[in-house]
């Protein structure tokens, strides 16, 4: 009796896989680009007419961008890969027979660089209706933390506003965290993938995860106070009136805030509401304003009070004006002898506050005498002519001057 013997673990290894590859329409790939194969149907299948869903999958070293379904050498449709970061993608594809026929199925797959691979052929016969078959699922997961995913390059924006500066762009098949939102919800704020934060409309990304739970966070430039208020950097005196002639009623201490209710005519005081009640008047150098301002209206202040004529500061003397010039220059004497040549001037004091006088030979500056002074000597070179000018001066200035001219031509 002849007894058969069980298959080796090789052998039985050997029929799996041969029935593996059976199942599959495999391309016989090389070179640069993706791979791509038809799962189902199989070669040489009938069905009834009816809705037909073509599976595959497609894998490249570079991201898969979008898998296209042929008939008989024409395109019926185009799809973008659901999964852009996988390098197997899963795609069904489905796809009406315009009637009873054989038809040629292909699928081509185009990676992020552009580069195209077409599978074999599958060869099917349409007779009738096909029998429902489930697509397969290939719905993105879900996302652990709220998300946004993006379909197509998009600006981020340093603030909720498309006239800002674009800090990043996104690319298509990106994804990033979001962050917080405008208080609209018409923007996100993401952290790029730089790990800048920056603001993307809501309107051109898909956001997935608990996105209700994501706070709203104020813009660069935006108000985070509801009205105005004083946010106090320095222990404060709050005074009865906007100046420090006034009594303080009151203490605001650093770090405490308060609602300002009013302001002086220059802004350098604010009105603001005391914590105990009533209000009081602060300095602006000892706090920091927020909200708008622009609401705020100027306040009666009440008169200052009198101020003791003990503490009162000593009046000032008034401030010194320029000297007046010299009157009545003239040449009260002259010797051109000799080896000798002296010139003297004359002129009448008329300034009452100079600190002295400028005597000037052909504009350069020959002698300055002291306050009072109305006389000077000159010893020039003979020859000439020489023009002589005279000012008096102070820490004001100078007066304007007088001239007078002279020369010994020998």
Do not use: K
């Amino acid at each position: 009796m002849n007894r058969r013997r069980p298959l080796s673990p090789v052998g039985s290894a050997c029929i799996l896989l041969a029935v593996l590859v059976a199942s599959c329409n495999l391309p016989s790939s090389s070179g640069p680009g993706p791979s791509v194969w038809i799962d189902y149907p199989a070669d040489g299948m009938s069905f009834s007419h009816g809705t037909l869903v073509v599976n595959s999958h497609s894998t490249s070293a570079d991201a898969i961008a979008q898998v296209e379904l042929y008939v008989n050498g024409v395109s019926v449709r185009n799809d973008l890969n659901p999964e852009p970061s996988h390098s197997l993608v899963q795609m069904s594809q489905p796809w009406v027979p315009p009637g009873p026929g054989n038809y040629t199925i292909e699928v081509m797959a185009r990676d992020s660089d552009g580069n195209e691979r077409r599978s074999l052929p599958v060869r099917v016969v349409i007779t009738g209706v096909i029998p429902p078959r489930t697509a397969i699922d290939i719905t993105p997961p879900a996302c652990l933390e709220p998300t946004a995913r993006f379909s197509i390059p998009t600006n981020c924006h340093e603030e909720p506003d498309l006239d800002r500066e674009t800090v990043a762009v996104i690319p298509a098949g990106q994804s990033a965290s979001i962050l917080g939102r405008s208080e609209d919800g018409l923007w996100w704020l993401v952290r790029g993938a730089g790990g800048e934060s920056c603001w993307v409309s809501a309107s051109v990304v898909d956001a997935c995860g608990a996105v209700s739970l994501v706070g709203v966070v104020a813009a660069p430039g935006a108000s985070a106070c509801a009205e105005p208020t004083a946010d106090f950097t320095l222990n404060a005196n709050c005074r009865e009136g906007p100046g420090v002639a006034y009594d303080a009623v009151d203490v605001l201490l650093e770090s405490t805030s308060a609602a300002i209710v009013g302001r002086n005519e220059d802004g350098t005081w604010w009105l603001v509401r005391r914590p105990s009640g009533g209000t009081c008047w602060v300095s602006e150098i000892a706090l920091e304003t927020c909200g708008d301002l622009s609401t705020v209206s100027e306040a009666y202040a009440p008169a200052p009070p009198a101020q003791d004529p003990a503490q009162q500061p000593p009046a000032q003397p008034p401030a010194q004006s320029q000297p007046a010039g010299p009157a009545g220059l003239h040449v009260a004497s002259h010797v051109c002898a000799g080896q000798t040549y002296a010139i003297t001037l004359n002129w009448s004091d008329a300034a009452d506050n100079e600190s002295g006088y400028r005597i000037y030979r052909n504009n350069g500056l020959v002698s300055t005498l002291g306050p009072g002074a109305q006389s000077y000597t000159d010893n020039p070179p003979q020859g000439g002519p020489y023009t002589y000018r005279v000012e008096a001066f102070n820490g004001q200035g100078t007066s304007s001057a007088t001239t007078q001219g002279e020369g010994c031509l020998l």
